[in-house]
């Protein structure tokens, strides 16, 4: 099976839901480019992998089922009608429509929950689900830490998780009760562009109570390096709005935290709380925020514990190889239909 992903080397989607997939996919021939130029022009493909807009190559569904005489594989792993206060609702109102087109015409399309799952197929009946999950124990998902003296309090993301970070800006404020073994490491800082730098300082703000408590920040990085910024986390917060457009996330957060065996304090919210039995500390009110924190600073073998329990737990129900040989079925089962 010869199979060209389309992605960019800079997209994390890319990364999560085409490289990585295709290079640890058994018995397949793998192409993966930015570009559609002459150089493939000439190959032969049974699909083509592309995430949301393939137009960014250049190209349209029907122009590479043409050009490849292939089947067309669209994923998705988040809803496209974004909700009004987030960075790029008003920017996303040209991309919305190119999305919807692209679900009518692929032959088939792939995501990572039932509630996404759901929404896709009011566009196209041929939808499967493959659940986000990391190759443990390979190239960058690896249980290494770097030590420090104090507790690292860690979350990382992008500057789109503004009202997320809002959620811990008054639980924070407590922390100055035992603000001598704390440290506070804000992951993906981005200053590149004046925008970007006001949302990513205000964020900052809300995570380390405007700056007074010790922190440290981590410039993001590469898709196929930023498991690097979880080697300073000691305790994983992940704040979540809750809201439709959320819900139809991934728990791709708990995962990574697994991966480094770090212990999760997350909000009991859509998809996080779908995973009943996932061994993370469930928020359900914003004392918990707090409460959960000063648990886990103080008490170092609950940390030990609970990183174990979270990796043991997300290997057995989040098993990388199983996820993607389901996936690569379906994708012999699309070329042989």
Known sequence: MNILGLTSRVSGCGYHRVIIPLAYMDNINAYVTNVVSEEIDDKQFDIVLFNRTIQNFGITIDEARKKWN??????????????????????YETIKPIIEQNLRDA??????????????????????????????????????????????IFWCGSVTHEPDLNILKNPMKRLHTIRDK?????????????????VWDRMFSSFTCGGTLENFKLKGLMPDEYMEMYEYADICVIPLEDGLWHSCKSNLKILESA???????????????????????????????????????????????????????????????????????????????
């Open 182 to 198: 704390v440290r506070m490491v804000i992951g993906g800082y981005n200053d590149s562009d004046s925008y970007s730098k006001s």
């Open 107 to 152: 032959d088939m399309v792939t995501c990572t929950g039932q509630r996404l799952a759901d929404k896709i197929s009011l566009f196209n009946s041929n939808v499967h689900i493959h659940k986000n999950a990391l190759p443990y124990g390979e190239h960058q998902f690896l249980p290494d830490k770097i030590h420090d003296d104090r507790v690292r």
């Open 70 to 91: 292939c089947k067309v594989v669209m994923d998705i792993d988040d809803d496209w009608e974004l909700p009004p206060n987030h960075i790029m609702y008003h920017g």
């Open 259 to 337: 991966c480094k065996k770090v212990p999760v304090i997350v909000s009991n919210v859509q998809p996080y709380s779908l995973d009943t039995d996932a061994p993370v500390f469930f928020v359900n009110k914003q004392s918990d925020w707090f409460d959960n924190m000063k648990y886990l600073v103080l008490n170092e073998n609950a940390r030990k514990d609970y990183g174990e329990k979270l990796y043991e737990w997300a290997k057995q129900n989040y098993d990388y190889w199983k996820i993607n040989a389901d996936r690569r079925t379906a994708y012999e089962n699309l070329i042989t239909a």
